[in-house]
């Protein structure tokens, strides 16, 4: 075992340590979790809401202290830790606790078909058994606690794995749900580097497996679970295209792309990492754009009024600072931003930073960015917008800017992602009965939404028959059994010269038949 630091990002302070594992001690984890998540699962679905509301109510008792844990580790300005992270979540527990016991209890099925109708059944969703949360760091709240709370209220334990930079937060979770009341050692977080989440994909103890995080890696979790026959949900990033059409409202869409941009310092899987605006409106819209971000103060995260805070890492920074210099050389223009220093604060900080004259070869615009850089390109039209939108690797969200809905929502049907919003961008990731997910890189499955349940269940399917009849397609086989048969589907389902014929040929086939099935005999 060794330790593992977490120091803030703006200061360099040390704010604590936790004691890391080794690969082979994970097994170890789960099997203590099994042995608790049986009296858990077993608990009625209003029980298990009951909890949800206990651990919402204690983590509004808690609800300073996690956001200035938030700010602190992880660096976002402390107005992002309440409204983008800790509030959304209490959110989701109540959510949970209201929407859960409906979309988890069985589901009955209808039978149409005359010849079913005996039949009884129903869909029941029944926990997987213990399932693993891999937590990326530039949402280490929101991300890993709604997966685990969505995991929880289906009945699961859980075993979480936060991300090496902010593992104070992932202790924090699982005292919050302890606070809740629910079972001792039914979530547990453990720390280390990839190793560790790499046994938590081999380990048959866990059922199933939520990552955040690179395509690179997330690719490696998916190659492991498949290979353990175990499912995976995976959120790999984004390249988000933002579609500025010419009957927008401009200010708004000026408005949306900068909180879009740089909210969390760009650190945004589903943040605005493309513009494309029509050229009629395009100096309206980047004079607004600049204004507007010239206006973001920049500083102590840890004051109310303070919009972007510093890279979570200074490897973070670098990173942007690349990709930014590459579009520079590469012929881009800079209309404000840039790295910035910040007197008193040892952290990195980069200024939001405005991009013109960018192509689509770039760097910048294939490869993302993970900083609070905006770069804007000027198209003909909407369906060169549209193209250019789908011209990427990623597929996690996007949005289109509108007056006019239907030709809103006729864009968003073809454009090629998870999610769309149409004049907003990514905020239901603050609302749990929104699904969350990507198509191509950015990974698969969903989370959150009564899909998120159900990545989080075994769906099952229970069927009852009071054996009153006998199955007529059961053995033995003749040629009453095929004339009936191919008489009943005409009779269903053809057209009406055919279902007449049907009548007069089957007639005497169905009759033979159904006294067969109510003898029950052969």
């Known amino acids: 075992m060794g330790r593992l630091e977490s120091r803030n990002p703006a200061t360099g302070e040390l704010l604590g340590t936790v004691e890391t594992i080794e690969p082979a001690d994970v097994a170890g984890v789960v099997a203590e979790i099994a042995e608790v998540q049986p009296f ?45 992270e800790v509030v959304p979540t209490i959110d989701l527990l109540n959510w949970c ?18 010849y079913l109708k005996t039949k009884r059944s129903h869909f029941t969703y029944e926990p997987i058994g213990v399932v693993g949360v891999i937590a990326p760091w530039n949402y ?35 005292r919050v749900f302890e606070a809740g009341g629910l079972p001792e050692g039914l979530v547990r977080t453990v720390h280390g580097g990839g190793v560790i989440g790499e046994a938590i994909c081999e380990d048959p103890g866990v059922g199933k497996v939520f990552f955040t995080g690179s395509v690179e890696v997330g690719r490696r979790v998916g190659e492991v ?36 941009g740089f909210a969390n310092a760009g650190q945004t899987c589903s943040g605005i990492e493309r513009t494309y605006v029509v050229e009629s409106v395009a100096d309206e819209f980047l004079a607004s754009v600049r204004r507007r971000t010239e206006r973001l103060r920049v500083g102590d995260p840890m004051q109310w009024d303070t919009e972007i805070g510093p890279m979570v890492s200074a490897e973070q920074a670098d990173l942007v ?45 294939r490869e993302e960015i993970f900083g609070p850089v905006v770069p804007i390109i000027v198209v003909g039209s909407e369906e060169e917008a549209l193209a250019r939108a789908n011209d990427s690797n990623f597929g996690l969200g996007a949005s289109v800017w509108t007056k006019d809905r239907a030709k809103g929502e006729r864009m968003a049907r073809r454009i090629q992602s998870g999610m769309v919003w149409i004049n907003d961008h990514s905020y239901s990731h603050g609302a749990a009965q929104c699904s969350w997910g990507g198509v191509k890189d950015s990974g698969l499955g969903r989370s959150h939404s009564k899909f998120g349940f159900y990545e989080c269940t075994n769906i099952k399917l229970v069927s009852w028959e009071p054996g009153l009849t006998r199955n007529f397609w059961w053995q033995p086989y003749d040629r009453t059994l095929g004339d009936a048969v191919r008489a009943t589907a005409r009779l269903l389902y053809g057209r009406n010269g055919g279902r007449a014929r049907a009548l007069r040929e089957g007639a005497g086939p169905l009759a033979r038949l159904g006294a067969r099935i109510l003898r029950k005999g052969g």
């Open 40 to 84: 858990w699962a077993q608990l009625g679905l209003a029980d298990r809401a009951r909890y949800m509301k206990r651990t919402a109510a204690a983590l509004v008792e808690q609800m300073d202290e996690v956001a200035d844990l938030l700010t602190r580790e992880q660096g976002k300005p402390i107005t992002e830790s309440y409204t983008m």
């Open 97 to 114: 606790a209201e929407e859960g016991p409906r979309i988890l209890r069985d589901e009955p099925i209808r039978f149409p078909q005359i």
């Open 140 to 174: 280490p709240w929101s991300i890993p606690f709604g997966e685990v709370a969505i995991a929880l209220m289906a009945g699961n334990g859980v075993i979480l794995k936060p991300a090496s930079l902010t593992p104070l937060l992932g202790e924090r979770i699982q």
């Open 225 to 260: 679970c498949a290979r353990n026959l175990k499912g995976s949900v995976l959120e790999l990033g984004g390249k988000d295209p933002q579609i500025v059409c010419a009957d927008a409202d401009i200010e708004n869409a000026a408005s949306g792309c900068v909180w879009g």
């Open 321 to 365: 600072t690349e990709l930014v210099d590459d579009a520079l050389a590469r012929g881009a223009e800079r209309l404000t931003g840039g790295p910035r220093e910040v007197e008193g604060f040892s952290g990195r900080f980069i200024a939001p930073t405005v991009l013109a004259g960018v192509e689509d070869d770039m760097r910048i615009m």
